[in-house]
């Protein structure tokens, strides 16, 4: 049993910058992967950063270079640095975490398949 609470969205200038945090609660033996998925009213969720355990990055190529994922194993925390907002990037942000998977699992379109365990999501809202 795992909670995802995430916190730090709200209203920001294009050009400004956010970080959002992600706290996972509950029972958790093992985690492995964790991400950041976003959706804009009248869109489709989709991948904005993702992590695993070991250390490798996925980034949706319109945040690459002003984004950055990270974690906090020791605080069970995933954490999103958003610079450079544009007003594109206004959506309600969602945090997901995975339990360990076998090798042939972690495949290409692991993040696109979604994760185990979700967030209730933060807005976040970037004005012109």
């Known amino acids: 049993q795992v909670q995802l609470v995430e916190s730090g969205g709200g209203l920001v200038q294009a050009g400004g910058s956010l970080r959002l945090s992600c706290a996972a609660t509950g029972t958790i033996f093992s985690i492995n992967a964790v991400a950041w998925y976003r959706q804009a009213p009248g869109k489709q969720r989709e991948l904005v950063a993702g992590?695993?355990?070991?250390?490798?990055?996925n980034y949706a190529d319109s945040v690459k270079g002003r984004f950055t994922i990270s974690r906090d194993n020791a605080k069970n925390t995933v954490y999103l640095q958003m610079n450079s907002l544009k007003p594109g990037d206004t959506a309600v942000y969602y945090c997901?975490?995975?339990?360990?998977?076998?090798?042939?699992?972690?495949?290409?379109?692991?993040?696109?398949?979604?994760?185990?365990?979700w967030g209730r999501g933060t807005q976040v809202t970037v004005s012109s």
């Open positions: 997901a975490a995975d339990p360990p998977r076998p090798p042939e699992y972690y495949d290409g379109s692991y993040f696109d398949r979604g994760l185990e365990y």
């Open positions: 992590v695993t355990n070991g250390g490798r990055t």
